[in-house]
């Protein structure tokens, strides 16, 4: 695998010296800065190039390997007239990545939100913090503090009694922590959703459903994909997180049949996946060697973390890289098997980029200024624990 760590840009807290100095190659990062839906250009695409190779002559050479994300206008997802307008930008972006040699595109296809969890400071034993989601508190925000209409629809009548009781058990304080957490922005914006607006936001999903939105995703890869395959770009889109249907909104990339329906809507390689552990993982029906093993010539990108499922449904927590749910002994082999068999077939990309993903807050890390699961410290043991865990299966490999 190629290590690589998520940056966020100039602002970001975590230094491209701190990315160099964890073991890294590759950087993982986005032109936040630009509105979604307008084009990327090429001196814009250039001048983040730029930042990052600056110090290439004096220390180990750091390259942009992929773009996380170029995101998708909502106006696709909906499947509105407006679409084709993003999505000749969205070509136009592809078109202009390639031109400057950045050619593995990460986007995902989730309504209004994008990862949703419900704590951003759950405890941990060892005094560390963890990003956790409690479906009844993502129900309590739901039905009495957004108050969406309908709601009551989507819950049964022991989930309502629970968000009830736990809703009237919150401090205001409380009530207030769990709206921001849900409320976050897009990843790389300081700026969260203000309740107003994420109604209003909702509102226009009212009548798109699981088939609408998966005919829209599938539209979408049938128009970018042969641009992507004839720039030689290969997208790769992240799954649901978590995966499941939240407020109202549907969800299309969440299992193994997901994952087959999509492929086969564009079949090509160019229509790939990010494959995220900790995504997938939160579902145990969820087969993530198998996922491997099928799907490898069309992984272009890996988010290795994992999650542990407690007690309750749909309740989980960030845990760390080598005690959740997630069997990275088996997910490792069948990632080195798939970059053997590209090295063998002689294939241009035989090592697919990884980066260690969600980590824990530590205190080395308290006064930094970082975006909720990308401390550095966190991330830096969960790389050091699967780089580790890398060599030792590889060495059994040869």
Not at 39 to 54: K, L, P, T
Not at 171 to 196: C, H, M, N, W, Y
Request: aromatic share 10%; with cysteine; proline share 5%.
């Amino acid at each position: 695998m190629k290590h690589t760590m998520r940056w966020y840009g100039p602002k970001d807290g975590v230094s491209l010296m701190d990315i160099r100095q964890a073991g890294c190659t590759g950087v993982v990062t986005a032109l936040h800065q630009i509105p979604v839906g307008e084009v990327w250009s090429q001196e814009a695409i250039q001048e983040r190039i730029d930042i990052i190779q600056e110090d290439n002559e004096k220390y180990t050479p750091l390259t942009w390997d992929v773009v996380e994300s170029l995101p998708v206008h909502e106006s696709i997802k909906k499947g509105i007239p407006e679409r084709e307008e993003f999505i000749a930008n969205y070509k136009q972006s592809l078109a202009n990545l390639a031109s400057c040699g950045v050619k593995t595109v990460c986007y995902n296809f989730m309504p209004v939100l994008d990862w949703s969890r419900t704590q951003l400071d759950y405890s941990m034993e060892d005094g560390s913090y963890a990003l956790r989601f409690v479906y009844v508190d993502f129900a309590a925000f739901d039905l009495f503090i957004l108050k969406r209409a309908g709601a009551e629809s989507d819950y049964t009548q022991t989930v309502q009694e629970k968000a009830k009781a736990r809703f009237e058990a919150m401090s205001e304080e409380e009530r207030k922590e769990l709206q921001t957490a849900i409320l976050q922005g897009l990843p790389g914006s300081d700026d969260a959703f203000e309740l107003g607006t994420f109604q209003g936001l909702l509102d226009e999903y009212r009548h798109i459903g699981d088939k609408e939105l998966r005919e829209n995703l599938y539209y979408f890869i049938k128009q970018v994909g042969p641009v992507a395959k004839e720039l030689g770009v290969r997208l790769c889109i992240h799954p649901d997180d978590p995966p499941r249907p939240l407020i109202g909104l549907p969800r299309v990339l969440s299992t193994g049949k997901d994952i087959a329906q999509l492929m086969e809507a564009y079949d090509d390689p160019a229509n790939g996946l990010t494959f995220c552990t900790g995504s997938l993982g939160v579902r145990a029906d969820n087969d993530l060697p198998s996922i491997v093993k099928q799907y490898g010539n069309r992984i272009h990108f890996l988010h290795l973390r994992t999650t542990l499922r407690e007690t309750e449904d749909w309740v989980f927590h960030e845990a760390p890289h080598m005690a959740g749910d997630v069997d990275f002994y088996d997910v490792i082999e069948a990632i080195l098997l798939e970059e053997k068999r590209r090295t063998e077939a002689g294939e241009e990309v035989c090592a697919i980029p990884m980066r260690p993903d969600h980590g824990h807050h530590f205190w080395s890390d308290s006064g930094k200024k970082y975006y909720p699961g990308y401390s550095y410290m966190g991330r830096l043991k969960g790389l050091a624990e699967l780089r580790g865990m890398e060599i030792a299966i590889g060495r059994q490999l040869k």
